[in-house]
């Protein structure tokens, strides 16, 4: 019976060093930003979506808006706020931003293109560490979606 309770032990203390060397791992910043003037494609990973590409599992809709570009702008920067995204580079037409979670503070990133053109902002967002984020990506674009268009 002891066995079963050192091997339990064991694997507890095992999965919880994967959490915080993940946690650890996520504090390292991707290759982000702009590439020819848009959004960086997805990974291939499930744990990313982006409205740039039409990847069928990764695609999301960009946000659209009728009002002038910097209105847009200013609103998606409050929803940002709001939902609890930290800015971390704001350029002319394009913001990098992070999104932590609360209990190991795991961190994605979240970027957004202003398409002046076609009157869109164009969103890709992603996890920086594991695979799969069992949809945490594509729900908070959709969030941000939703708290946009109020």
Known sequence: MKWVIYTIAALMIMYGV?????????RKQPELGLHN??????PGTPNCV????????????PLSYTVKAEQA???IKRV???????VIIEEADYLRVAYETPLLRYIDDV???LDRNKQRIHVRSASRVGSSDLGVN?????KIRIMYNK
């Open 18 to 26: 994967v959490l915080v060397a993940y946690s650890v791992a996520s």
């Open 37 to 42: 003037g848009q959004l960086r494609p997805c």
């Open 50 to 61: 982006c409205s740039e590409y039409q990847d069928e599992s990764a695609y999301v809709e």
């Open 73 to 75: 702008w200013e609103k």
């Open 80 to 86: 940002i706020s709001e939902t609890g995204g930290s």
């Open 111 to 113: 970027e957004f293109r």
């Open 138 to 142: 594509r729900k908070r674009v959709e």
